[in-house]
């Protein structure tokens, strides 16, 4: 018979982990190359509705400014240098752009109320508007959605393009300490300690909605019971997971968009 190979020392194997960067500055450039990237993501899975939509990331140094999509510009086309910084009241401190104050109101105030959070997601993604207008939740019928079991909110009220602060606060007490909100007739909100995470929990969210659409057309789902939910949470449902769950599209978008980087 033929002998079986060794196996590999595990210590040998390689597993990407999120980077640990020396200075503010280092970190200042791999978030914004990440929310650069994650905008184009959101590009290619049809996110983007005209100018609405926005991830901001919080600056390493500057923990009350926000780095943001410029107003109006194709996510298709972004690069990290192209990115404004914008402080906690909305007016731009770097760059050359304006910001779509009516989104980043809510996106302030969600930062202002989570210190541990890096960055919040927001657009308008077909399968999550039709979620938000049945004003309901992720059901835990999929392991996929199993990870916002518990871990997500409905923001059960709808009151125009948000403008008003105070509207903005409201989201972000509803919000809590969840990683992501339904808001009713309008869309999903994610977050995350990493742009990494909060961009995959978006996708993950909406992909969610549009299973569980598709399901009710077809039938009655079955629901995950509750122990089975929530040991399933345990496992799937951090932002590390996220992350090393969002490192293909990051791999894939950065090699093939490598200009998106500068």
């Given at each position: 018979?033929?002998q079986i190979?060794?196996p590999?020392?595990?210590?040998q194997?390689?597993?990407?982990m999120?980077?640990?960067?020396?200075t503010?500055a280092?970190?200042r450039?791999?978030?914004?190359?990440?929310?650069?990237a994650?905008?184009?993501?959101?590009?290619?899975?049809?996110?983007e509705e005209?100018?609405s939509?926005h991830?901001?990331?919080?600056?390493?140094?500057?923990?009350?400014c926000?780095?943001?999509n410029?107003?109006?510009?194709?996510?298709?086309?972004?690069?990290?240098s192209?990115?404004?910084?914008?402080?906690?009241?909305g007016?731009v401190?770097?760059?050359?752009?304006?910001?779509?104050?009516?989104?980043?109101?809510?996106?302030?105030e969600v930062?202002?109320?989570?210190?541990?959070?890096?960055?919040?997601?927001?657009?308008h993604?077909?399968?999550?508007?039709?979620?938000?207008a049945l004003?309901e939740?992720?059901?835990?019928?999929?392991q996929?959605?199993?990870?916002?079991?518990?871990?997500?909110?409905?923001?059960?009220?709808y009151?125009?393009?948000?403008?008003?602060?105070?509207?903005?606060r409201?989201?972000?007490v509803?919000?809590?300490?969840s990683?992501?909100?339904v808001?009713?007739n309008?869309g999903?909100?994610?977050?995350?300690?990493?742009v990494?995470?909060?961009?995959?929990w978006?996708?993950a969210?909406?992909?969610?909605?549009?299973?569980?659409?598709?399901?009710?057309?077809?039938?009655k789902?079955?629901?995950?019971?509750?122990?089975?939910?929530?040991?399933?949470?345990?496992?799937?449902?951090?932002?590390?997971?996220?992350?090393?769950?969002?490192?293909?599209?990051?791999?894939?978008?950065?090699r093939?968009?490598?200009?998106?980087?500068?």
């Amino acid at each position: 018979m033929t002998q079986i190979p060794a196996p590999v020392p595990v210590e040998q194997l390689h597993f990407a982990m999120p980077p640990v960067h020396a200075t503010a500055a280092e970190e200042r450039t791999h978030r914004k190359q990440r929310l650069a990237a994650a905008l184009r993501v959101f590009g290619r899975l049809g996110y983007e509705e005209g100018v609405s939509g926005h991830i901001t990331a919080r600056d390493p140094e500057h923990p009350d400014c926000f780095w943001v999509n410029p107003f109006g510009a194709p996510f298709a086309e972004l690069t990290a240098s192209d990115l404004i910084l914008v402080d906690g009241d909305g007016r731009v401190v770097y760059g050359v752009h304006h910001v779509n104050q009516a989104a980043f109101t809510t996106h302030a105030e969600v930062h202002r109320a989570r210190p541990d959070v890096v960055a919040v997601a927001h657009t308008h993604s077909p399968h999550g508007r039709a979620l938000a207008a049945l004003g309901e939740m992720i059901d835990p019928i999929t392991q996929e959605a199993c990870a916002f079991y518990q871990d997500h909110v409905l923001y059960d009220a709808y009151t125009g393009v948000t403008v008003d602060p105070e509207e903005g606060r409201r989201i972000a007490v509803g919000l809590g300490v969840s990683k992501g909100m339904v808001l009713r007739n309008h869309g999903l909100l994610t977050v995350g300690s990493s742009v990494d995470a909060a961009a995959w929990w978006f996708i993950a969210m909406e992909r969610c909605a549009q299973v569980q659409l598709a399901a009710r057309a077809a039938g009655k789902p079955v629901l995950i019971d509750h122990r089975d939910a929530v040991a399933t949470r345990e496992q799937l449902g951090s932002d590390l997971v996220a992350w090393i769950n969002y490192q293909p599209l990051w791999r894939r978008i950065s090699r093939t968009e490598p200009e998106l980087l500068s």
